[in-house]
């Protein structure tokens, strides 16, 4: 099994930043996929952002140009920068894992962390 392990949220202001970050832990030998998704009250859980293999990401549209992801594959770590934040971004925000774990094709979610933008 893989542990993911989320830190960075809490509340901001509209137009402020955060840093999310991820630790993976576990017998792990190969990364697929990390990444980020989102799940606002009442709506479903939805893609952030992705990195795929070494260096291929994949944006949200409604997060492009405002959040960068990035991925310290010694650590096994992944990061979300999130800048220019907008109300509408409020969200618990879940890291996400797909590789292979202990001779296993795994996929993890983290447990989730709230990150609410209001003023």
């Known amino acids: 099994q893989v542990r993911l392990v989320e830190a960075g949220g809490g509340l901001v202001q509209p137009g402020g930043s955060l840093r999310l970050s991820c630790a993976a832990s576990g017998s792990i030998f190969r990364v697929d996929a990390m990444g980020w998704y989102r799940q606002a009250p009442g709506k479903q859980r939805e893609l952030v952002a992705r990195?795929?293999?070494?260096?291929?990401?994949n944006y949200a549209d409604a997060v492009k140009g405002r959040f960068t992801i990035s991925r310290d594959n010694g650590k096994n770590t992944v990061n979300l920068q999130m800048n220019i934040l907008k109300p509408e971004d409020t969200a618990v925000y879940y890291c996400?894992?797909?590789?292979?774990?202990?001779?296993?094709?795994?996929?993890?979610w983290g447990q989730g962390t709230q990150v609410t933008v209001s003023s």
């Open positions: 996400y894992f797909e590789g292979v774990v202990a001779g296993v094709r795994t996929q993890g």
């Open positions: 990195i795929i293999g070494g260096d291929n990401t």
